[in-house]
């Protein structure tokens, strides 16, 4: 779902990414609702949408944009942002946030989930493309398997130093 409202974000960046935020949350609640009424086998696992988690992603995305594209620049140096595509960006984005921000996401699950997304929303080659960012970014800037750190804070800290 976030890869949805980011995607579109990336066409409409006139409208407050906020803006856009709530008017997906209300849509997919929605949508899931309606789901469940018209499914009236109790065997049928119900859809759960996580507004909060979806709010903390697609905000962490827009807060953390300029240093998750700098990531994205860094790792896939043979490819500038405007050449990759807005859906490989938009999931790249998501997944650089959830390794470098969100302890609470291993990292295998970012990078599986990435790769899932990409298999569907983009191109022929974007689950292997996304796959190849990824790996570079836990190369460079996550110490350990389960626990992301700031380590991308202190490289960019330097990095802007030495400009």
């Excluded at 976030?2 to 409409?12: K, N, R, S």
């Excluded at 190849?132 to 990095?159: F, I, M, W």
Aim: hydrophobic content about 35%; overall charge negative; charged content about 30%.
């Amino acid at each position: 779902m976030a890869v949805v409202a980011l995607f579109e974000w990336t066409f409409h960046k006139d409208v407050p990414l906020q803006a856009r935020v709530g008017e997906h949350v209300e849509d997919f609640e929605e949508l899931l609702s309606d789901q469940s009424d018209t499914k009236k086998d109790a065997s049928s696992p119900k859809k759960h949408f996580d507004s909060e988690l979806f709010s903390s992603v697609t905000g962490g995305v827009f807060d953390h944009k300029e240093q998750i594209d700098k990531i994205i620049k860094e790792c896939a140096p043979e490819w500038p942002l405007d050449q990759i595509s807005r859906a490989d960006l938009s999931i790249l984005r998501i997944a650089i946030f959830e390794l470098l921000h969100r302890q609470s996401t291993p990292t295998k699950v970012a990078i599986d989930e990435a790769v899932e997304l990409a298999k569907e929303f983009g191109g022929m080659n974007s689950s292997k493309f996304v796959n190849g960012v990824l790996g570079t970014v836990v190369k460079r800037y996550v110490t350990t398997e389960e626990e992301p750190t700031g380590a991308a804070d202190d490289q960019l800290a330097s990095d802007n130093q030495t400009d």
